[in-house]
C-alpha cells in the first residue's frame, strides 16, 4: 500500500513538472490601429472634439474597452441660395459624419461584437444589412458592413434616418464580417499561437437635415442627402480617413478581395 502511494505521487509529481516545460503565453498582439481620431482628414473635412461613449455602450462593453469618437464636417459649396439659406436656418450646411474606433480589452468576446448588438440596444430599427466594398486610394479593397437605421424620437415623434458602416481590424486583417473576425482570431490562437486586440471603426451618415448638440459643431447644419449621396459621402471620406487610422500596411489580408 505504501509503494502504491509512492508511485502515485512520483507520477502526480512528474505530471506537475511538465509545466514548467509548456511554452509561455504570447503576448497579446495589437491591433493594426492607430487608436487617436485625427483633427483633419484630407477632402475638406474638419473634426469636432472628442466624445464620450454612450452609457448604452458602456453597460455592454467590457471594462477595459477602450473608446474614440469625433465628428467630422465638410462645408458644401453653393450660389447665393445656399448662403442666405446658412444666414436665416443658423448654420453653415455641411456634410457630417460621425465616426468611432471600439478597441477590445484582454477578452475580445466581450468587447467586440456586430454593431447591430449596440444600435438595437439603443432603439434603433435596423433594416437588412449589407455589404460595401469600397476601393481605397492604396488599390485595397475594404469590405464595410451597411446598416440602414431608423429611430423615433420618443418626445417628439419625428424619425430620424442614418447609415452606419462598420468594419473589425485585427492585428493583421480587415474584415467587414463578425463571423469571419471570429475564425480569424480562432484560427490565429491555435494555428499561429497569439492572441489578438481587435478593434472595429464605425462610420455614420445622418439622412435628415439635423442640428448637433456637440459644441464644436455649433453652426454646422447637416444638410439633407439620399442612401445614395450618403454612400458616396463616406466613400469619399474613407479615402482620407482610413489611411489615417488603419496601419494599411501592416495587413495582410483584406477580405473584400
Known sequence: MIKRLMIVQVVLL???????????????????????????????????????????EREILAKDTEFFRRSYFRPVGGG????????????RMSDVVSAGIVLSGKDPSNS??????CLTAQGFN???????LV??????VLPV??????????????????????WFVGH???????VVRGIKDFSDRMLRGYDQRWGYI???????????????LVGVRQRPVTPEQADRTVEEFLGDFVPEVVMTEQIATWYGE
Open 14 to 56: 512528474a505530471g506537475l513538472s511538465l509545466v514548467f516545460l509548456l511554452p509561455q503565453t504570447p503576448p497579446m498582439r495589437e491591433a493594426a490601429l492607430r487608436a487617436e481620431l485625427p483633427t483633419w482628414v484630407g477632402g475638406g473635412w474638419e473634426g469636432g472634439s472628442d466624445l464620450e461613449a454612450s452609457k448604452e
Open 80 to 91: 447665393l441660395e445656399t448662403l442666405l439659406l446658412d444666414e436665416t436656418q443658423g448654420g
Open 172 to 178: 493583421d486583417a480587415v474584415t467587414g464580417n463578425h
Open 112 to 117: 467586440i461584437h456586430a454593431l447591430e448588438r
Open 126 to 132: 435596423i433594416a437588412e444589412p449589407t455589404t460595401m
Open 202 to 216: 464605425t462610420v455614420t451618415a445622418y439622412l435628415d437635415g439635423v442640428r448637433f448638440g456637440d459644441d464644436s
Open 135 to 140: 476601393k481605397l486610394k492604396s488599390g485595397h
Open 145 to 166: 458592413r451597411r446598416l440602414f437605421c431608423t429611430r423615433v424620437d420618443p418626445a417628439t415623434r419625428v424619425m430620424a434616418r442614418s447609415i452606419a458602416y462598420y
